[in-house]
C-alpha cells in the first residue's frame, strides 16, 4: 500500500509516488483507492510533483538497456526514474514467485533469517534466509524438496530408508553425511563437508565426495566434481559473505537475503563487474556501501527499497 505518512522525507514520498503509479497500472483503483490517491496528491504539492515526474518517466522505458552517463542532471535521473518502474514490476513478480514457495513449504525463513529445523528422523536443517522446505512423505525413504534460498543438511544414519533432497529437477542423496544445496535461478549447487552424496539429474548420476562441490540444472547431467571451498560455502552460517572474484550481479543476489527491497545496476552492464572480499551480513547496508566504493559506484537511492547503483 502506499506510504501515506506526513514525513515529508523526499524519499518516502518517491516510493508513495511509484507505489501509487504501479497500483494504477496494474488494476483499476477502487473508489476508495481513487480518494485515497486524491487526497494524498492534495495533501503537498511535493506528492503531485512526484508523481508527474515518475509518470513522465514512461517514456524512458525503451531505453532502459541503453548505456547511461554519469548521473548528472536531469536526464540521467529521468532514466534512473525509468528504471524505477522497471524495478517496481519486478518487485511485484518476485514476491508472486516467493509467495507460491512459501504456500507449498512446511518449513521456511525470511529476510535475514536463519533456522535450525530438527526432522523427524532427528537429522537437522539449516535454512538460510529466504529459503523454504517441504516433507515428502514416504515409507521408503526420508525426502525433502528445497523451494527455494539454500540449506545445509546434517543426515542421522538409516541404511533402510535413504535421505533424499529434491532440488531444480533432481535429487541429492545422502550417504551418511553432512551437505550444502543452494538454488541459483535453475541451477542447484551443491557442496560436500562430510562423506559423499549423490546426485541424479538429467538422467545420469554423479557421486560427490567429502571436499567437492557440483551442479546441476533441470535435465541435465550434474557437472563433474571438483575441490569446494568450504569455508565460503559454509561461511553463511557464520554470519558472514565470503566473496572471491565473483559477479556483482550474483553478490547483489545473494546480499538480497538480509535486506528487502531491490538493487540494481545501470546500465546492467556494471553487475558484470568483479566483487572480492569477506563481508559481515548482520549489517547489509554496510556491505553495500563497502562494495560501492570499492567498485567505484555511487548510489542512487529512490527509497530504501528501490536502489540503484551506477558510474
Known amino acids: 500500500m502506499a506510504d501515506e505518512r506526513n514525513t515529508g522525507d523526499p524519499q518516502d514520498i518517491r516510493a508513495a509516488a511509484v507505489d501509487w503509479w504501479v497500483r494504477g497500472k496494474i488494476g483499476a483503483l477502487s473508489r476508495s483507492e481513487r480518494a485515497a490517491f486524491e487526497a494524498w496528491l492534495a495533501s503537498d504539492p511535493r506528492h503531485s510533483a512526484a508523481f508527474e515526474d515518475i509518470a513522465?518517466?514512461?517514456?524512458?522505458l525503451e531505453t532502459f538497456g541503453a548505456p547511461v552517463p554519469r548521473a548528472r542532471g536531469a536526464?540521467?535521473?529521468?532514466?534512473?526514474?525509468?528504471?524505477?518502474?522497471?524495478?517496481?514490476?519486478?518487485?511485484?513478480?518476485v514476491d508472486f514467485i516467493d509467495l507460491v514457495a512459501l504456500l507449498r513449504s512446511d518449513y521456511r525463513?525470511?529476510?535475514?533469517e536463519a533456522r535450525l529445523v530438527t526432522l523427524d528422523d532427528g537429522s537437522v536443517a539449516h535454512l538460510a534466509p529466504k529459503s523454504t522446505l517441504a516433507i515428502r512423505r514416504s515409507a521408503s525413504e526420508r525426502r525433502v524438496a528445497l523451494l527455494a534460498g539454500e540449506a545445509w543438511f546434517q543426515v542421522e544414519p538409516d541404511a533402510a530408508r535413504p535421505?533424499?533432497?529434491?532440488?531444480?529437477?533432481?535429487?541429492?542423496?545422502?550417504?551418511?553425511?553432512?551437505?550444502?544445496?543452494?538454488l541459483d535461478d535453475d541451477e542447484a549447487k551443491v557442496a560436500v563437508t562430510e562423506h559423499s552424496v549423490e546426485v541424479a539429474s538429467g538422467g545420469a548420476r554423479t557421486l560427490v565426495r567429502e571436499g567437492q562441490e557440483s551442479a546441476f540444472e533441470r535435465d541435465r547431467a550434474a557437472r563433474l566434481p571438483e575441490p569446494a571451498n568450504l569455508a565460503r560455502v559454509t561461511a553463511?552460517?557464520?554470519?558472514?559473505?565470503?566473496?572471491?572474484?565473483?559477479?556483482?550481479?550474483?553478490?547483489?543476489?545473494?546480499?538480497?537475503?538480509y535486506r528487502r527491497g531491490l538493487v540494481f545496476c545501470v546500465p546492467t552492464s556494471a553487475c558484470e563487474r568483479h566483487v572480492s572480499g569477506v563481508f559481515g551480513v548482520d549489517d547489509p547496508s554496510q556491505t553495500l556501501a563497502e562494495i560501492e566504493a570499492n567498485l567505484g559506484l555511487r548510489a542512487t537511492y529512490f527509497s530504501n527499497y528501490l536502489i540503484f547503483l551506477h558510474e
Open 56 to 60: 513522465g518517466f514512461t517514456g524512458y
Open 75 to 93: 536526464r540521467a535521473l529521468r532514466r534512473l526514474g525509468a528504471a524505477a518502474l522497471v524495478a517496481a514490476s519486478l518487485f511485484l513478480t
Open 236 to 257: 553463511w552460517r557464520r554470519g558472514k559473505l565470503i566473496v572471491n572474484d565473483q559477479r556483482l550481479g550474483d553478490v547483489l543476489t545473494t546480499l538480497g537475503r
Open 163 to 182: 535421505f533424499v533432497v529434491e532440488a531444480a529437477g533432481g535429487t541429492v542423496t545422502a550417504r551418511g553425511t553432512a551437505f550444502d544445496v543452494a
Open 109 to 112: 525463513t525470511g529476510v535475514g
